[in-house]
Structure formats: C-alpha cells, structure tokens
C-alpha cells in the first residue's frame, strides 16, 4: 500500500489535527448551511490556504449532497507546477494521508481509466501520476482535509467512499469532448459526486494580470464584439477610470459566474473559453472546469433548466486599489 504524505500540512494548514478540526468545523457551522443540498453533485470551490478561503470553501462543502449513499468522489485539479498536453493524471498512489485521517483512492477505477484511448491516434487518456508530482501539487490536496471534516460532520465513515484525484493541464477542444464523454457517464451516477479545485482571479502584477473593465456593459460589449478587455499599467490614470480595481475584478469574476449560469448546457463549454479569450481571466482552475463543462454537455436529458450553477459565496483575499496591488478570489459553486 503507497500512502501519500500530507506534504502541505503544516505550512499551507495546521498539521495538528486537533487545531485544523476545530478550524474547518467552525468554518462549516458558519457557512449557515444546516444540511446538504438535494442534488448538489458538483462543486467548484478554491484551494488557497484555509485561513484566506476556507469560510467560502465551507460553503461549497455544506452544499455538497454528501449522504450514506455517495460511493466516489472525483476531485479535479490544476497543475500548477509542470505542464502536459492531452491527458488527465490519476493518483498513483492507494490512500491519501490528512491530520484528520486518511482517505483511500479508488485504485480499480483508476487502472480502468488509465485503459481509455483517444480513438484518433490510440493515446491513452488517463496516465498515473508519479508520486513527486502528486506530492508537490496543493490544488488536490487543499481539498483532503476539508473532505475529511465534512464527511465527519455529516457522520459518513471514511471507509465507506473512495475518492479519484485527477490532475488536468492543457488539452485540445477534442480531447475535453473526448474526456467529457467518458466522465459524463460518472456524472449520471447518483452515487457519485465531483469537487473541482479552481480559486478565480488572480489580479497584479505578479500574477502577469491586470485586465479591467469599468462596468458590466463595457465587459459585455467586448465579448459580444470580441475585444480583449484593458490591462492597467503603471501608466494607467485610475482617476479617469468608472470604479475601483476591486470592483473591476469582481464585475469580471461574476460574469463568469453569469455566463455559466446564463448559458444552455449545450453551449456552456464554448461560452466559457470565449468568456476566457476575451478577458485573460486567470482563473487558475479553468481547465478542469472546461472538463467538466464538456461532461455536462453529454447529458442529453438536461435541459436548460436541468442543470443549475448557483453562486452563493464570493469573496477576495484583499481589495485592490493600485497597480502595485494583487488578490486572489475565492467563489463557492455548486451545480444543481
């Protein structure tokens, strides 16, 4: 048995079980979420430290419709620090260690997946994922403890759910299709849910990101006439400008959650990487999310109104009001 080590713990969150229960339960209490959400499958939700995005991610966690009869959990998450094209990585590893307690990886779906072929050139879609990589990547383990805590809060045994860490790069239109068409077939299984990691802005300069629009029209203008938005420099006179940075990058962030929402499930994956083109979001999970968009695009029987995003937490780790500035935001999701 291969467990894989909390590497994160202790820096990016409490590594004393104890400390990190008391914290991620309290946020979970204040979420003013009593029970889960009838069929609140899906989740996106962020994978900062806890301290800077666990109150919104306790939101998206109480939400979940994590009852006795969930088997699978997929989580889905960005790689941030290497870069791979045309497949999605799966643990390698059979159990996943938190503070909390250790969560045990659905090794038989896993080698199932690792079978599947893009049927235009035979390459596998799915790759195990080797341990170095795995270890080093926060945006799937961000989710672990938080996992844990919930599935203790609503009295379900670690034993009885297997969860499936898939780390997701850059893939072509096709191969989304392609793996979209193999993971909707998860998605129509009640006894499944699916987390999918992604904080939204990442404004600043460090960030390589300063777009900005001055209001809600000016944004739906641009992607209407397909014009990429403004980025602010240190030229940039803030004075002659309609609202704040902050307010900006929130305009932004919930047009996405607009065009998510707005759009028809049919539609919604194409929307979604022209809402991208156009502003340069740097939403730093919009690949799985693109994955899971062409999932949901498979589900025939959906209609428009067969498929919900609701948004009801926002927020960012500071308010940005120069140029020098930066912040990250946090939403909580869930689809309904």
């Known amino acids: 048995m291969s467990i894989r080590p909390a590497t994160h713990a202790g820096s990016w969150y409490s590594n004393r ?11 979970l209490i204040k979420s003013t979420l009593k029970g889960p959400i009838h069929n609140a499958r899906i989740i996106i939700c962020p994978h900062a430290g806890y301290r800077y995005c666990g109150p919104t991610m306790a939101y998206s966690y109480a939400s979940l419709d994590l009852n006795r009869n969930v088997k699978r959990i ?6 941030h620090h290497i870069y791979f094209k045309n497949q999605i990585l ?10 909390l307690g250790n969560l045990k990886v659905d090794t038989d779906l896993c080698k199932t997946l690792i079978q599947k072929e893009y049927p235009e050139n035979g390459k596998k879609l799915f790759k195990p994922m080797d341990h ?16 844990v805590e919930t599935l203790k809060w609503r009295e379900i045994s670690l034993d009885t759910v297997k ?19 193999i993971l909707s077939e998860y998605i129509k299984d009640p006894n499944n849910l699916f987390i999918v990691s992604s904080d939204f802005c ?5 960030f390589q990101y300063t777009g ?14 397909e014009t990429e938005v403004e980025m602010l420099t240190a030229r940039s006179k803030l004075l002659h400008h309609q609202v704040p940075i902050w307010q900006s990058i929130e305009i932004m962030d919930r047009y996405a959650m607009k065009t998510l929402s707005d759009t028809p499930n049919g539609e919604r994956y194409d929307a979604w990487k022209q809402y991208l083109e156009i502003t340069g979001n740097t939403i730093c999970g919009e690949k799985p999310i693109s994955v899971i968009l062409s999932a949901l695009s498979k589900i025939r029987d959906a209609g428009p109104s067969g498929i919900k995003f609701q948004w009801p937490n926002y927020s960012q780790s500071s308010h940005v009001t120069s140029i020098d500035d930066s912040s990250v935001s946090y939403l909580q999701v869930m689809l309904l």
């Open 74 to 79: 997929f989580i889905l998450g960005p790689s």
């Open 202 to 206: 990442h404004w600043g300069r460090r």
């Open 90 to 99: 799966v643990s390698a590893f059979s159990e996943l260690e938190t503070p």
């Open 212 to 225: 900005y629009v001055g209001s809600k029209e000016e944004l739906n203008d641009a992607i209407q006439e």
């Open 17 to 27: 079980a104890q400390e990190l229960s008391q914290q991620l339960h309290t946020y």
């Open 163 to 181: 969860v499936i860490p898939m780390m997701v790069s850059h893939n072509s239109v096709d191969v989304d299709r392609c793996i979209g068409n």
């Open 132 to 147: 170095d990589t795995d270890m080093a990547e926060h945006s799937l383990e961000m989710q672990l403890p938080m996992l």
